[in-house]
């Protein structure tokens, strides 16, 4: 089966400027070279505060679909106490937006972002799904406030493995929990093949393995590209500067 690049980037934080992107965009086509590969992003992407917004759309959403990301999930910027703010900040994403722990208090389905996708790359079925912070909940004081509400991640996460495992060669979560969190959720859910984080910014220069599940985070702020490789049953990753 061919080798397979997976990029991973997380937390922009509106820094993916039209020079980065040109880099990055450089840096994919060098490494993989013609062979297959996915492009994910860990969430944090946009400059707005949590409950700040740009009525037009975000422009760095632009830049990554004309970059071709296959998906990315929600982080808490992304994130917003009413659903049409929300839909507003998404709505320049060319690509799939998940977070599978996100459900609409009043609406149920009525809501701009999927729980995963089911890409095809190289002869492989690759199963990906996003959780993300659970920035409002049943137990909290301003739930009230809340169009939209998020279960715990974890749970979540393990729930959709099972229910993707079977139909996928290889399992992905792209998640914004952060590293403990990511940790926990490796001990969790072991059928992964790769988890690839953001929330805490941390720099894995190579990926981190719990339970056998390999971890991967790029910092932050367009400071890195990450880039795994699956080739022959193993998993190698390394982190490139922009």
């Known amino acids: 089966m061919a080798r397979l690049h997976l990029f991973h980037t997380n937390d922009f934080h509106g820094k993916l400027t039209d020079e980065k992107a040109a880099i990055l965009k450089a840096h994919i086509e060098r490494l993989a070279a013609g062979e297959p590969y996915v492009l994910l992003d860990a969430g944090d992407a946009v400059s707005a ?5 740009n009525p037009l ?7 990554m679909s004309a970059l071709g990301y296959d998906a990315m999930t929600m982080g808490n910027r992304e994130t917003h106490p009413s659903l049409a703010v929300v839909r507003t ?31 095809e790359r190289g002869g492989r079925r ?7 912070v659970p920035m409002a909940t049943p137990q909290k004081v301003d739930a009230a ?32 929990i952060g590293i403990a969190q990511d940790r926990k959720l490796a001990e969790a859910v072991p059928e992964l093949d790769l988890l690839i984080g953001g929330h805490t910014h941390v720099v894995l220069e190579q990926p981190e393995v719990v339970n056998g599940v390999p971890i991967v985070q790029a910092g932050s702020h367009a400071r890195y590209l990450g880039h795994v490789i699956f080739e022959d049953g193993n998993v190698t990753g390394e982190l490139i500067s922009l």
């Open 126 to 132: 690759i199963g990906v799904f996003g959780v993300t």
């Open 49 to 53: 505060g949590n409950l700040g917004f």
């Open 89 to 119: 900040k998404l709505s320049k994403a060319g690509f799939p937006v998940l977070c599978a722990n996100g459900y609409a208090k009043n609406a149920a389905g009525n809501v701009p972002f999927l729980p995963s996708v089911l890409l």
């Open 145 to 176: 406030l809340w169009d939209n509400l998020f279960a715990p991640p974890i749970e979540t996460a393990k729930q959709l493995a099972a229910e993707l495992r079977p139909q996928c060669d290889l399992l992905i979560a792209l998640t914004h």
């Open 57 to 63: 759309g975000e422009p760095l959403l632009a830049r």
